[in-house]
């Protein structure tokens, strides 16, 4: 019975370890998917030059107007080329721009100036024709917004900050750090996982 009851209680003990192990292993996943999402935004402002607070609101706003982050995302990418080109003098860019009355060679400006630009255009297939030039085919799928205009484009913006979804540069740049650490909690994490597991198999 004595035999019986150290069983059971090793069991029991072991049971504990596994459960706040798996407990902590899940707090650490959720953890790792927020410091990604923080961390894909900052690698997109590194590529791009856009700031973190414009692609945030940029995304809100293409998945409100029935795209995705995804296809944001890659239309920022390409705008950023586009951009490029046109501050390197490339002739049909820098015609582009013009049209659409860009000034600017800061990112975030030029993006506004540019909705603002594909807004006023009297046709839908000519915004259709003038956002796939500038951020590629990605753009099928935003020319709703894109013809919304700047005011469009605010309204959702602002109601992306009142939901609290744009989070700040100082957040957003300490997600790689802490993305750093939970690596290495992970690996804790992991090896304790397995330590538990190992040490109980034939309790």
Same mark, same amino acid.
């Given at each position: 019975?004595?035999?019986?009851?150290r069983a059971?209680?090793?069991?029991?003990?072991?049971?504990g370890?596994?459960?706040?192990?798996?407990?902590?292993?899940?707090?650490?996943?959720?953890?790792?998917r927020?410091?990604?999402?923080?961390?894909?935004?900052?690698?997109?402002?590194?590529?791009?030059?856009?700031?973190?607070?414009?692609? $945030?609101?940029?995304?809100? @706003?293409? %998945? &409100?107007? #029935?795209s =995705?982050?995804?296809?944001?995302?890659?239309? /920022? *990418?390409?705008?950023?080329?586009?951009?490029?080109?046109?501050?390197?003098g490339?002739?049909?860019?820098?015609?582009?721009?013009?049209?659409?009355?860009v000034?600017?060679?800061?990112?975030?400006?030029?993006?506004?100036?540019?909705?603002a630009?594909?807004?006023?255009?009297?046709?839908v297939? $000519?915004?259709?024709?003038? @956002?796939? %030039? &500038?951020? #590629?085919? =990605?753009a099928?799928?935003?020319?709703?917004? /894109? *013809?919304?205009?700047?005011?469009?484009?605010?309204?959702?913006?602002?109601?992306?900050?009142?939901l609290?979804?744009?989070l700040?540069?100082?957040?957003?740049?300490?997600?790689?750090g802490?993305?750093?650490?939970?690596?290495?909690l992970?690996?804790?994490l992991?090896?304790?996982?397995?330590?538990?597991?190992?040490?109980? @198999?034939?309790?």
């Amino acid at each position: 019975f004595r035999g019986a009851e150290r069983a059971a209680l090793s069991l029991t003990d072991a049971l504990g370890a596994l459960g706040g192990a798996l407990a902590l292993k899940e707090f650490a996943g959720a953890a790792q998917r927020a410091f990604d999402y923080a961390d894909a935004i900052q690698d997109l402002s590194d590529r791009t030059g856009a700031s973190t607070k414009l692609i $945030q609101e940029f995304r809100y @706003a293409a %998945q &409100l107007s #029935g795209s =995705s982050v995804e296809v944001a995302d890659e239309a /920022l *990418g390409k705008f950023a080329k586009t951009l490029g080109l046109a501050q390197s003098g490339s002739d049909q860019q820098v015609k582009l721009f013009r049209e659409l009355g860009v000034t600017s060679s800061d990112f975030d400006t030029a993006l506004r100036q540019t909705i603002a630009g594909i807004s006023k255009l009297p046709t839908v297939q $000519q915004r259709n024709a003038i @956002a796939l %030039q &500038l951020m #590629g085919k =990605s753009a099928a799928t935003l020319t709703g917004l /894109l *013809g919304q205009g700047v005011d469009g484009f605010d309204d959702l913006a602002a109601a992306a900050h009142r939901l609290g979804i744009v989070l700040s540069d100082d957040v957003i740049r300490n997600a790689g750090g802490a993305n750093d650490k939970l690596d290495t909690l992970k690996m804790i994490l992991n090896a304790q996982f397995a330590n538990a597991v190992t040490q109980n @198999a034939n309790s």
